[in-house]
T-cell receptor
Framework: GAVVSQHPSWVICKSGTSVKIECRSL??????MFWYRQFPKQSLMLMAT?????????EQGVEKDKFLINHASLTLSTLTVTSAHPEDSSFYIC?????????FGPGTRLTVT | AQRVTQPEKLLSVFKGAPVELKCNYS??????LFWYVQYSRQRLQLLLR??SRESIKGFTADLNKGETSFHLKKPFAQEEDSAMYYC??????????FGSGTKLNVKP
């Protein structure tokens, strides 16, 4: 149980375009999901907390207009990277909370050319 | 401010040797501490949490509030334990804060 999926697993986009990443809790409902960014050989950096039915809470230094988060249902949160630039290339990971434990998705590799 | 510190980036031990992965934290309230593990090409998964007080795959971790530490220990390391280990804490609003991770390499 407690499986989280992400789609797509990898994506390549051109600079200036937008890309959407989906995070789904497959077998449980999650009122809270989290989005992280992981740079090569570094730890996870919390970007934002996604709350179902309300606005996401962004960490300091994360541009909310660039990283749009929508948590429209109890099983789906989306992260849209708008007007992507090469420096946005990274590994994006989501997690969903269940009984105070976070269950992680497999991650999405974004490459902006 | 909340902070999780894992001082070792890499820890190499021989199979059968004891292993201890260090984790220190700073948090003003009463945090919950976790250890997550990431095996090669797999997602992060929960290894153990301090409130469970359980042993998973032979690993244990004790929360030491005096030393603000939550070190992960195993008496006899196995090759399949080779992975990245992340210490994490959660506090207000259930946000998780991760340490920088320690790569454990268990040599045959």
């Amino acid at each position: 149980g407690a499986v989280v999926s992400q789609h797509p697993s990898w994506v390549i986009c051109k600079s200036g375009t937008s890309v959407k990443i989906e995070c789904r809790s497959l077998d449980f409902q999650a009122t809270t999901m989290f989005w992280y960014r992981q740079f090569p050989k570094q730890s996870l950096m919390l970007m934002a907390t996604s709350n179902e039915g309300s606005k996401a809470t962004y960490e300091q230094g994360v541009e909310k207009d660039k990283f749009l988060i929508n948590h429209a249902s109890l099983t789906l949160s989306t992260l849209t990277v708008t007007s992507a630039h090469p420096e946005d290339s990274s590994f994006y990971i989501c997690s969903a909370e269940l009984t105070l434990v976070q269950y992680f998705g497999p991650g999405t590799r974004l490459t902006v050319t | 401010a909340q902070r999780v510190t894992q001082p070792e980036k890499l820890l190499s031990v021989f199979k059968g040797a004891p292993v201890e992965l260090k984790c220190n934290y700073s948090y003003s309230g009463s945090p919950e501490l976790f250890w997550y593990v990431q095996y090669s090409r797999q997602r992060l998964q929960l290894l153990l949490r301090h409130i469970s007080r359980e042993s998973i795959k032979g690993f244990t971790a004790d929360l030491n509030k005096g030393e603000t530490s939550f070190h992960l220990k195993k008496p006899f390391a196995q090759e399949e334990d080779s992975a990245m280990y992340y210490c994490a804490l959660t506090g207000t609003f259930n946000k998780f804060y991760f340490g920088s991770g320690t790569k454990l390499n268990v040599k045959p």
